[in-house]
């Protein structure tokens, strides 16, 4: 068990709609990362937060958005779903905004869009 | 071309068995990580790098940054190791995300 945690672990949605995928990181870590893991795709980095803050964006579309929140939880929020963003949804953790990181992951979100 | 490569892509051994799987990169990076997925698919780290070896059980991880190469050892393998073993790079650029490989998926017959 890393300490990450995310909700819910399983998500089963239709084109078009919007869900909100959830991230509660480590006690003490400052920094969450969102990454997209689909068969064909392998693991992408989507967007960073530390403290609140956004820190670095990655493949993350337009439909997406992210927020970190005072008690340091973050919420990943995919709208206008398409069948291609069925995928693993991972968060990670950090304690730190730096480059030398050790990041924990939570178990993952598994998007189906039907 | 990737900026994280790993070999081999799938890969069976039979229990036992030494196995070693290989990641090189083409970007400056500041630490490289070794991550297992389970079938389940939850991500754990196994090892963060900078340099040299290390070793965890029958888990050994070394890296060259010279020639921009690691690799992942496991030795007496067991069917328990059978997992997705993923490289990725800490860029030193400055960002903090990672790079991941493609990974490389174990199987280990008993």
């Known amino acids: 068990d890393s300490g990450v945690t995310q909700t819910p672990k399983h998500l089963i949605t239709a084109t078009g709609q919007r869900v909100t995928l959830r991230c509660s990181p480590r006690s003490g870590d400052l920094s969450v990362y969102w990454y997209q893991q689909s068969l064909d795709q392998g693991l992408q980095f989507l967007i960073q937060?530390?403290?609140?803050?956004?820190?670095a964006k990655g493949n993350i579309l337009e439909r997406f958005s992210a927020q970190q929140f005072p008690d340091l939880h973050s919420e990943l929020n995919l709208s206008s779903l398409e069948l291609g963003d069925s995928a693993l949804y991972f968060c990670?953790?950090?304690?730190?905004?730096?480059?030398?990181?050790?990041?924990?992951f939570g178990p993952g979100t598994r998007l189906t869009v039907l | 071309k990737n900026e994280v490569e790993q070999s081999p892509q799938n890969l069976t051994a039979q229990e036992g068995e030494f196995i070693t799987i290989n990641c090189s990169y083409s970007v400056g990076i500041s630490a490289l990580h070794w991550l297992q997925q389970h079938p389940g698919g939850g991500i754990v780290s196994l090892f963060m790098?900078?340099?040299g070896k290390k070793k965890h059980g029958r888990l050994i991880a070394t890296i060259n940054i010279q020639e921009k190469h690691s690799s992942l050892h496991i030795t007496a393998s067991h069917p328990r190791d059978s997992a997705v073993y993923i490289c990725a790079v800490s860029p030193g650029s400055g960002t903090y995300k990672y790079i991941f490989g493609t990974g490389t998926r174990l199987k280990v017959l008993a």
């Open positions: 790098l900078s340099s």
């Open positions: 990670a953790s950090s304690p730190r905004d730096r480059a030398y990181n050790e990041q924990f």
């Open positions: 937060y530390y403290n609140g803050e956004e820190r």
